[in-house]
């Protein structure tokens, strides 16, 4: 369920974002990938606006390349994408 600020904001993922947690609902543990499609990194921009808003948050670091931010889709993300079906 999404929390009360997003309810009373009404904020809504971007076409950006979308696409990013998305690929979270199939990956074990709601990964949330570090490229895009083609082989792109994601726009940092466009995950810490996710962790923000409440829909993805930090899941580990990442020793080889610390600054990969390594998310998982939380529970409010999810509710997120089911609201939009």
């Known amino acids: ?23 979270g609902l199939k990956q074990p ?6 490229f895009d499609e083609r082989g792109q990194l994601i726009s940092a921009s466009t995950i810490q606006s996710c962790i923000k808003a409440g829909w993805a948050v930090p899941w580990f670091e990442n020793p080889i390349k610390p600054d990969w931010l390594v998310c998982k889709l939380t529970p409010e993300g999810r509710a997120v994408l089911e609201d939009l079906r």
């Open 29 to 34: 543990g709601g990964k949330l990938p570090l």
């Open 1 to 23: 369920m999404a929390s009360a600020d997003q309810v009373s904001t009404g904020q809504k993922p971007t076409a950006a974002q979308l696409r990013y947690l998305r690929r």
